[in-house]
């Protein structure tokens, strides 16, 4: 659709925005976040409302202080794509968006995670302040992801890796990083996992699975041309598909039969795709521990034989030592 920006006297081409879904903690996000949902929807925004969105997440207090004119203004759009906002992310007006930034961006005050968010590190800049940021800057990603994470996926998924015969890993670059850890841990406790992170080994891999496998596609853009190939291609030929991504409606998600989302919070030098490395980490350990939880027995056999098999390179290393 085309949309009149009457502060501006310009036309600008905009999508019409599908409204968030508010769910509850249960759910898909906690309806309280509304940061996360301004910056997971951030990709799906053109022109004028995406203008607004950056605004918002570049100075969450002031939005949240500012008039819809003011808002308006800043981000060179109009009152009226700032009601569009609203309603893209679930609001039924400007009011209700500012009690819902106000009301966020005042628990992060007290909870310490304001700290230098946002703020560029500098060349001069002590290590201690560096240290701050990150904490800060991690700690709200962990939260973040609480909120958006669907228990009833990860347990889905749980489910899926518990009976299942294969386990395929796929992720590029750094996403490939985390998912050996995850192939690492399903291996102590007797599941067997594989990662790739070879586009032609994963695809040779993944044409292999079928019914009861499952196939986890790790891209925290959810863009990665390598990883969606994999996924698709495990899930053409019947295994169960699960994207950890940090959008829901990017085309690794879309695909997906399961999708874990995760949040993130950039500083310099962490742009989104490292910052996000912690909060996918987390979705993993607590969807490796759901799995063993259901596999409880074989799980505990397969920990304590896999430990005493490394026993004794441990115990050498101390005698060294």
Not at 33 to 61: I, K, N, Y
Not at 71 to 91: D, I, N, Q
Not at 102 to 118: K, N, Q, Y
Not at 204 to 223: E, F
């Amino acid at each position: 659709m085309v949309e009149h920006e009457a502060d501006t006297g310009a036309y600008t081409a905009v999508v019409e925005a599908e409204p968030f879904d508010r769910r509850s903690r249960d759910g898909l996000g906690d309806p309280e976040s509304v940061l996360v949902r301004v910056r997971t929807q951030l990709p799906e925004f053109t022109g004028a409302l995406q203008r607004v969105a950056e605004q918002v997440l570049t100075d969450p207090a002031a939005a949240a202080r500012a008039t819809i004119v003011e808002l308006a203004e800043r981000s060179g759009t109009s009152p009226a794509t700032v009601t569009r906002f609203c309603r893209a992310l679930g609001f039924e007006g400007y009011a209700d968006l500012r009690l819902g930034i106000a009301a966020e961006t005042g628990r992060a005050r007290s909870a310490g995670w304001t700290i230098d968010i946002g703020r560029e590190i500098q060349p001069s800049d002590p290590l201690q302040r560096v240290l701050d940021q990150i904490m800060a800057a991690d700690t709200r990603a962990m939260q973040d992801t609480a909120s958006l994470l669907d228990l009833n996926e990860v347990e889905r998924a749980a489910d899926a890796i518990a009976g299942a015969a294969r386990v395929n890993i796929f992720g590029a670059s750094g996403s490939a990083l985390v998912g050996g850890e995850m192939q690492f841990s399903l291996h102590r406790i007797g599941v067997a996992a594989w990662a790739w992170n070879d586009v032609h080994e994963g695809l040779a891999s993944a044409a292999l699975l079928r019914g009861g496998d499952v196939a986890l596609g790790i891209s925290h853009t959810g863009q990665t041309r390598e990883t969606i190939e994999t996924l698709a291609e495990a899930g053409s030929h019947g295994a169960t598909t699960v994207a950890l991504t940090g959008f829901p409606r990017s085309p690794l998600a879309e695909l997906a039969d399961v999708v874990l989302l995760t949040a993130s919070q950039a500083t310099t030098f962490r742009p989104d795709a490292l910052s996000a490395r912690h909060p996918q980490m987390v979705v993993l350990d607590l969807l490796y521990i759901a799995v063993a939880q259901r596999t409880h027995d074989r799980a505990h056999s397969a920990f304590q034989r896999t430990a005493k098999a490394v026993d004794g390179h441990k115990a050498a290393r101390e005698a060294r030592s």
